[in-house]
């Protein structure tokens, strides 16, 4: 195998590994927000009673991340804050390792081309800013298609509970305007006793399939597609300052090893920081479109695709709702890059250390 092919699977596997240790640790704070962005709350309508709102509104987005996470764990015990992990995680082993080998593939023939133009005469032989984001889109490009149905049934099950809770809210505010007095009480006791139903992978898969066929599994692929783009000004970010330090590092006679796992998790922190705050209204708009679409009660919160989706939310829930959930996408994200930059970078270098000693051996044996 070329060193250049060796490099990408390297980054491959390293990727995925890294992911999955990042997804492991911060999947709590992942399902939270998940079901933040997906809950539907419509501007309070004048003309509806006060008392009926304090009664049946969900208080949720006004609540504290660590609040909600305990709550789900009152009322669902931990497994609720992983709710979806396996799917999760067989979806991030496969999305950073493909994601992470098309991208160092892409990398090195854009390395190539930068150090061509260079013998003839043209550049300095270093990649450009706008070439670091094309190669981050199209490795995530290739990923979204790739991985995309994994991502709906995930969504799926972070949110089922959420969606049972909320078709409880609308049956009970039915009650309130049809039933008065002690069978009021009753009814709405027998409510409160049921439990959501077990929801598995296989659950979840036969719900979309049932919904809208094999096209289900594609859900939110448009916004999904547009926040390629995330990934990419994260890795441009990312590469840039990456750049930046080893460059100094070489000026000061240094090497690259002393770039270390601290500063490569802070980049990653800083790198997915500014993703993730410019790209996190297509994220919301994704999270929806992949929920269970009864979550709302109300045809005017359901969405047949991106664009009614994205004015219904302006025109019944004003722009905030394009930013529910993003204090808490912020830490989840940034942690996870953080730690899976750091994971990966490790774990890169001593696949490297243990491919060059086994190509000494192989020379030592073959001498």
């Not at 659950?203 to 926040?227: C, D, H, S």
Request: hydrophobic share 40%.
């Amino acid at each position: 195998m070329s060193k250049s092919g060796s490099s990408a699977v390297a980054n491959g596997l390293a990727g995925a590994g890294g992911g999955i240790i990042a997804q492991i640790i911060t999947y709590p704070l992942q399902t939270v927000n998940t079901r933040q962005q997906t809950e539907r709350i419509a501007k309070k309508d004048k003309e509806k009673s006060l008392l009926t709102q304090s009664t049946i509104a969900s208080t949720d987005n006004t609540k504290s991340t660590l609040f909600q996470i305990i709550q789900v764990i009152q009322n669902e015990g931990w497994g609720g804050l992983y709710s979806g992990l396996k799917p999760s995680l067989l979806g991030t082993a496969a999305s950073q390792g493909i994601y992470y080998y098309f991208y160092q593939v892409f990398k090195n023939k854009a390395e190539l081309i930068a150090a061509s133009r260079k013998a003839k005469g043209r550049g300095d032989g270093t990649v450009g800013m706008f070439s670091w984001l094309v190669v981050a889109a199209f490795a995530g490009a290739l990923n979204v298609l790739l991985t995309n149905p994994i991502w709906v049934l995930v969504t799926r099950m972070q949110t089922h509970t959420q969606a049972e809770r909320n078709i409880m809210k609308a049956k009970k505010e039915a009650l309130l305007h049809e039933t008065s007095g002690s069978t009021l009480q009753e009814k709405l006791a027998e409510l409160d006793s049921i439990k959501p139903r077990p929801y598995g992978t296989l659950q979840a898969a036969r719900e979309v399939y049932n919904e809208a066929g094999i096209a289900g599994f594609w859900k939110g692929i448009v916004p999904t597609l547009i926040m390629v783009c995330n990934p990419s000004i994260q890795f441009m970010i990312y590469e840039t300052s990456l750049k930046h330090l080893r460059a100094k590092r070489y000026a000061n006679k240094q090497g690259y090893k002393d770039v270390t796992a601290l500063e490569v998790f802070l980049l990653g922190a800083l790198a997915k920081l500014g993703a993730t705050v410019s790209t996190y209204p297509l994220l919301v708009v994704k999270s929806r479109l992949q929920a269970k679409q009864e979550i709302g009660g109300s045809n005017a919160l359901r969405y047949s695709g991106t664009l009614d989706a994205i004015f219904k939310m302006v025109r019944y829930e004003g722009l905030p709702s394009f930013y529910k959930g993003m204090s808490t996408k912020i830490v989840q994200s940034v942690f996870a890059a953080s730690v899976l930059f750091m994971v990966k970078e490790e774990l890169v270098k001593a696949y490297m250390v243990l491919a060059d000693k086994s190509k000494k051996v192989i020379l030592r044996v073959n001498n």
